[in-house]
């Protein structure tokens, strides 16, 4: 986190969902089936972020300030459409991506907080 500021479980809304093949905690996900999450290709919208997977199921974090992988180092704090970029982090959404708005709370080198 930055500095001394921590946003951990603020307003964490977890539900669990059947996981798909390959899923690892800390992706984002899709709803890929009834009940079940996948991982997301590059320029797909994002329904959550993955934890650990047990059983074949795996809670799903859907709301709240959550930490995502990011590789893009043009995301910065504010307003920023953004969308999966295919291993399992963010990028900010371009031309024919299915992005969506996320305020970003946080920039911290390989991760960005995103109010879900």
Do not use: H, N, W
């Not at 290709?41 to 959550?48: I, T």
């Not at 590789?71 to 704090?77: G, H, I, L, P, Y």
């Amino acid at each position: 986190m930055v500095g001394k500021v921590s946003f951990e479980g603020i307003g964490a809304v977890t539900a669990t969902f059947y996981a798909g093949e390959g899923v690892e905690a800390g992706q984002v996900v899709k709803l890929s089936a009834d009940a079940t999450v996948a991982g997301c290709a590059a320029g797909e919208r994002f329904c959550g972020v993955a934890g650990a997977v047990r059983e074949g199921c795996a809670p799903v974090q859907v709301a709240g300030l959550a930490q995502v992988k990011c590789e893009d180092k043009t995301v910065a704090a504010g307003y920023v459409s953004l969308t999966a970029d295919g291993k399992g982090g963010v990028k900010k959404a371009g031309t024919g991506d299915k992005g969506q708005e996320y305020l970003v709370v946080a920039v911290d080198g390989g991760g960005i907080t995103i109010k879900m």
